[in-house]
């Protein structure tokens, strides 16, 4: 069965710093994979999507970017963090080619408060 | 406009009850499908059930039904016989067909289950 990882779980960063955050997916090849922001009691807003390796999609403009160096791999990355940064990050992966039907699963989530 | 409105902030329900929250969505495409995740507090987005637009008849997963009226625009998710356990914010979100991968959400109807 598939399983996706986020880490960590829980961060506190200054105002300023960079942010690294990583998630992996388990049990599948050449997923889709998504980064998706959800501020305090509101929706998900998409963020980065990605259909292979190398291959990144920004949804926003914005002070992040984020990267897909192996398959199963994504990566969420700023060199200087912002207040507005501050929400639960979560990843997705759905199987790749589904269509209107691919369902995306959900990682459990980082939340990050920048300070 | 909003492509997707969930128009309840909240709901309330006693256990063993039927519950149905309220999903309306905005598109011109003819191909697209319909998704609700489940949000507990832990934060995770659990996917519970799907619709395709050219599905013709309404979705269920065991508890959980989706009612589809494809005239209206509407995707209301319906859970049966409530529990504890599904006390937890609730997101419709949509897939066109047109709109490559992106998943649009809903802001979300927080269901409060009470013994």
């Known amino acids: 069965s598939q399983t996706i990882h986020q880490w960590p779980a829980t961060l506190v960063q200054p105002v300023g710093s960079p942010l690294s955050l990583e998630c992996t997916v388990e049990g599948t090849s050449n997923p889709n994979l998504y980064w998706y922001r959800q501020a305090a009691g509101r929706g998900l807003q998409l963020l980065f999507y990605s259909v292979g390796i190398g291959q990144i999609s920004s949804e926003v403009p914005q002070n992040l970017s984020a990267s897909r160096p192996q398959d199963r791999q994504f990566i969420l990355s700023s060199k200087k963090l912002l207040l507005s940064d501050s929400g639960f990050y979560l990843c997705?992966?759905?199987?790749?080619?589904?269509?209107?039907?691919?369902?995306?699963?959900f990682g459990p989530g980082t939340r990050l408060l920048v300070l | 406009a909003q492509k997707i409105t969930q128009t309840q902030p909240g709901m309330f329900v006693q256990e063993k009850e039927a519950v149905t929250l309220d999903c309306t969505y905005d598109t011109s495409d003819q191909s697209y499908g319909l998704f609700w995740y489940k949000q507990p507090s832990s934060g995770e987005m659990i996917f519970l059930i799907y619709?395709?637009?050219?599905?013709?008849q309404n979705a269920t997963e065991g508890r959980y039904s989706l009612n589809f009226q494809k005239a209206r625009k509407s995707a209301n998710l319906v859970i049966s016989a409530s529990q504890l356990g599904d006390s937890a914010m609730y997101f419709c979100?949509?897939?066109?067909?047109?709109?490559?991968?992106?998943?649009?959400f809903g802001k979300g109807t927080t269901l409060s289950v009470s013994s």
């Open positions: 979100a949509m897939r066109e067909d047109q709109a490559g991968t992106a998943l649009i």
């Open positions: 619709q395709g637009s050219y599905d013709e």
């Open positions: 997705a992966w759905s199987p790749y080619g589904a269509g209107t039907q691919e369902t995306q699963y």
